[in-house]
């Protein structure tokens, strides 16, 4: 599995729908100060449904939307487009070639697709999180972040793990089951209390 382009539109500075494409092997973003390369690894992160405005190096959710320059007027929405090789098989989905959209309107409204169908953040997160690319992104390692995993405690360590090795997905499902369970429990609890009051 590899990442094989990335296209933003509307995106922080990129206003015009631009494409990078990345061979296998190692591709360097170089550029003057400001020029937008971190941009590029935001857009990453926010298509693989990073939820933080903070991750994004931005105040709100809505500061990922082109803000306009002197000579552009601001856009109304944000589109990234991520295409990810998977001719091995490496995603659970039966294409060799897997593209992920995320798009998001000024008036707050956010789309996600897979291969250009409609789809919800959570199927994004469970497709990505087998391959070491979920939620919390800890492939993706920014200015500063290689000393804050080195000096967490033990179990945020652990989080940064089991988040890697794709055991966060198993944990989330687990913990929706048990709150199943609850709910299941406290209505088999009403029931046996109107059927005692039946008798
Ligand atoms: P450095 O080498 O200094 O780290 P960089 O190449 O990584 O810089 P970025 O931080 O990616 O640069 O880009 C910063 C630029 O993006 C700034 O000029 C900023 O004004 C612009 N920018 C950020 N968000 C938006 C937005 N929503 N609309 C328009 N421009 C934006």
Known sequence: MHLKSLTLKGFKSFASATTLRFEPGITCVVGPNGSGKSNVLDALQWVMGEQGAKSLRGGKMEDVIFAGTAGRAPLGRAEVTLTIDNSDGALPIDYTEVSITRRMFR?????????????RLMDIQELLSDSGIGREMHVIVGQGQLAAILESKPEERRAFIEEAAGVLKHRRRKEKALRKLDAMQANLTRLTDLTAELR
């Open 107 to 119: 008036e707050g409204a956010t789309e996600y697709e897979i291969n250009g169908n409609g789809c």
